[in-house]
């Protein structure tokens, strides 16, 4: 097959033209390294309605901060379409993130029209979604009706002083225990609560909330405090080691460690052991997730599509590729499908497992891309 280039060019970076030649449109892929593409996160808004500091703190994010006009945002025909060519690449996931994903007016169609896709070999996709639970208990059943199959939640303490401070709204933590509690009764199961552990503002809640999500069916994960976008004011003495967050729990519960549940998994699992020493089914299982301390970039198989259609390869990447342009300047689902090839094949991100040994000018002075832009 002869060779096509097709232009790609990050706006919201420096304007720099990348030449992607035309690969065949389906089969899996393998990047650089040898790590296959199965899931997509999809961001569907860069707005939020928290102001958690980790992510979207309120200085930066304030009442003059200019979001994505409606129109630059991807549609949801065009991201159904770029979900399916993805698909062909050998995706089988797909996470809805945002911002607050539950913001985006009319998010149930989206699901729908997602759910209605299949793998090459004819098998429903797993649709997921991560959200703050803010609009969850208002939202659960239909978005379950709709075919998404699982949801995420984010909750970092559950002292209602200590919520109302990490949201930075006086958001209260009644209601994202409410909505917690719809999506289980809709059947969006397992729900998963993720918890981001800063050292010196939550750790205290480490426990409470181990014993909270016990035996409920809902799965808990804590996660360290990471150095996503350049908004956040990240340092290295605000991580809390995963394995720190996992010896308070074993001194008080105790605890198997378990197999990953699917290849390239992020999070550690550690079952709540009965009183035979073994798992516990019915207690459940907690998770830690150690992207700074113990780096899982070897394993990661997952591309990320923003709010405005741009591929990034990695969570702390510095630049994304214009699959929008693509879309709207009338390429054909081949073009498309061969610059996603190209990208992910010309992939060697790893930022985790160098973060330690770069200097703090690595990138040239290029800015890590924000969380509230591509999702966690």
């Not at 706006?11 to 892929?29: D, H, N």
């Not at 967050?245 to 519960?253: H, I, K, P």
């Not at 150690?290 to 198989?301: I, P, W």
Request: aromatic letters at 6%; one cysteine or more; a neutral charge.
């Amino acid at each position: 097959m002869g060779e096509r280039v097709i232009p790609l060019i990050d706006q919201r970076a420096a304007a720099r033209w990348v030449p992607v030649p035309a690969f065949a449109p389906t089969g899996e892929l393998l990047d650089a390294r040898g790590r296959p593409l199965h899931d997509l996160r999809i961001s569907v808004t860069d707005r939020c309605n928290f102001r958690c500091s980790y992510c979207m703190p309120k200085e930066v994010f304030d009442s003059r901060y200019q979001y994505l006009p409606h129109g630059d945002l991807l549609s949801f025909e065009e991201i159904t379409r770029l979900a399916r060519l993805f698909v062909a690449r050998g995706v089988t996931k797909l996470r809805l993130t945002g911002g607050e994903p539950l913001l985006r007016k009319g998010i149930e169609r989206l699901v729908g029209q997602l759910a209605a896709l299949r793998t090459p070999g004819g098998e429903p996709l797993d649709i997921t979604l991560t959200t703050n639970g803010a609009l969850l208990a208002r939202k659960a059943a239909t978005l379950a009706a709709a075919g998404l199959r699982r949801v995420t939640v984010s909750l970092d303490g559950l002292q209602d002083e200590v919520f109302r401070r990490m949201n930075d709204v006086q958001f209260p933590v009644a209601e994202v225990l409410a909505g917690i509690e719809a999506a289980h009764a809709a059947g969006l199961a397992p729900v998963k609560v993720n918890m981001v552990v800063k050292r010196g503002t939550n750790e205290h809640e480490i426990l409470p909330m181990a014993r909270h999500f016990r035996g409920s069916g809902i799965t808990l994960r804590f996660i360290e405090y990471m150095d996503v976008g350049a908004t956040n004011g990240w340092r290295m003495d605000e991580v809390l080691p995963s394995a720190e967050v996992v010896r308070r729990l074993q001194a008080e519960f105790p605890l198997v460690a378990l197999d990953p549940a699917a290849p390239g998994e992020t999070a550690e699992r550690w079952g709540h052991a009965g009183a035979d020493g073994r798992h516990d089914p019915a207690l459940g299982e907690v998770g830690v997730i150690s992207s700074v301390t113990h780096a899982f970039c070897g394993g990661c198989s997952r591309a990320r599509l923003s709010t405005d259609g741009r591929m990034y390869l990695c969570l702390f990447a510095t630049q994304g590729y214009d699959l929008r342009a693509l879309l709207r300047g009338g390429a054909g689902d081949e073009a498309i499908a061969g610059a996603i090839a190209a990208l992910w094949q010309g992939r060697a991100d790893r930022y985790s497992e160098l973060r330690a040994s770069l200097p703090a000018d690595a990138e040239g002075g290029a800015r890590r891309v924000e969380m509230s832009y591509i999702g966690g």
